[in-house]
């Protein structure tokens, strides 16, 4: 059974920083890229950031210059280190690995995080 579980949300004021972490465990031979996304109340989920395996990154022009992905592959973990923060950053921030194959006979599925709640005040 394979989850993934997000940490490091929290309240934080304007201007400052947070770290999100996100641990995938269970059985996991492969994944092909691990995300970010957020959704504010009201909104649909969007994205905010991806990496792949080969360390391909992409952001959401609305996040870019402040927000840096990286990933640990070795650990199945992936972070997210937003920067500058502004209220409109408030959101349930979720994590998903795309294409994780459990085993290497497997078919690859994609599995989402609970969330972790970022709230900036002004």
């Known amino acids: 059974q394979v989850q993934l579980v997000e940490s490091g949300g929290g309240l934080v004021q304007a201007g400052g920083s947070l770290r999100l972490s996100c641990a995938a465990s269970?059985?996991?031979?492969?994944?092909?890229?691990m995300g970010w996304y957020r959704q504010a109340p009201g909104k649909q989920r969007e994205l905010v950031a991806t990496?792949?395996?080969?360390?391909?990154?992409s952001y959401a022009d609305s996040v870019k210059g402040r927000v840096t992905i990286s990933r640990d592959g070795a650990k199945n973990t992936v972070y997210l280190q937003i920067d500058s923060l502004k209220p409109e950053d408030t959101a349930v921030y979720y994590c998903e690995a795309r294409g994780l194959r459990a085993r290497v006979t497997d078919p690859r599925s994609d599995y989402w995080g609970q969330g972790t709640q970022v709230t900036v005040s002004s």
């Open positions: 269970g059985s996991i031979f492969s994944i092909n890229a």
């Open positions: 990496i792949t395996s080969s360390g391909r990154i």
